[in-house]
């Protein structure tokens, strides 16, 4: 696993990572911070959706500062380290982890969960130790699957779901050589779209198109791009509808459906 930097663009490594043992286990941890006169961004890696670690960041919220945005994703590790038979697993995990976040979190925190961007054909590194590997061919599909999975049910607990994987399926050329990881020009995407979509649920009309840089032509020309929050949720004004099968087809017994949320314009 890559050693991350002690500080960078003034945020600061609080827990884990370099500051304790580096290695690729589901027990590894990293915590990062940025603080401001106005602002308190906390970044917690996880290997687990549902975990005692999970537990311990929920009693965070539970405790102390109350968050007015989280933004969320757990996939990879959950459906590959932990059992050949994911799925039931994987499912109750994001039942209970959906439960207790909505009962330690305000109602008006906004939620945004990620769907999972594509896994490549050949996949290394990293997460896939030696004793997963038979697994890389497969994991490219079970992504799609966790995602409609996490997706459905995300949804059905009245959060936002922003749909990373649609977004990247035509920008495959900005993943890096191990199948996993993407490269800054990725990134700078997925921070506006994040950024976009919370814009669009709390009714803030931003000053300027967001736009990426970097996008390439006809492999010469480098182009700027508009970024949209194209999520197939409508932020932050979805009444939640589960129908019968799906719940069924889900296994998982899900709330009943919540009044629309309202943001205050900011």
């Not at 459906?79 to 994987?90: A, H, K, L, N, Q």
């Not at 198109?209 to 032509?217: C, D, H, I, L, N």
């Amino acid at each position: 696993i890559c050693s991350p930097p002690r500080f960078f663009e003034q945020d600061c490594l609080v827990e884990g990572g370099c500051l304790g043992q580096m290695h690729n286990g589901t027990e590894y941890k990293e915590v990062r911070q940025f603080q401001s006169a106005h602002h308190l961004v906390r970044f917690y890696f996880v290997t687990c959706i549902y975990s005692h670690y999970m537990k311990s960041i929920l009693e965070d919220f539970r405790h102390g500062l109350k968050p007015d945005l989280v933004f969320v994703n757990s996939c990879v590790w959950d459906i590959s380290r932990y059992s050949c038979s994911w799925v039931d697993d994987y499912k109750e995990n994001l039942r209970k982890f959906f439960d207790e976040l909505r009962e330690a979190l305000p109602e008006e925190t906004l939620v945004v969960w990620n769907l999972t961007m594509p896994l490549g054909e050949r996949i290394k590194g990293g997460f896939l130790v030696p004793e997963i590997e038979h697994k890389a061919p497969q994991l490219r599909y079970d992504v799609i699957e966790a995602n409609f999975y996490s997706g459905t049910l995300a949804d059905a607990y009245g959060m936002d779901v922003l749909d990373l994987h649609f977004q990247f399926r035509f920008s495959l050329h900005h993943r890096m050589k191990d199948g996993v990881h993407w490269n800054a020009v990725a990134h700078r995407k997925i921070t506006s779209l994040l950024l976009q979509h919370a814009a669009e649920a709390w009714g803030v009309i931003l000053p300027c198109p967001v736009t990426v840089y970097g996008e390439r032509k006809s492999g010469v020309t480098h182009t700027c791009r508009k970024i949209f929050c194209t999520s197939r949720i409508k932020c932050g004004l979805l009444v939640s509808k589960l129908s019968a099968g799906t719940e069924q087809l889900l296994n998982v017994k899900v709330p009943a459906p919540q009044p629309c949320r309202q943001y205050p314009p900011v």
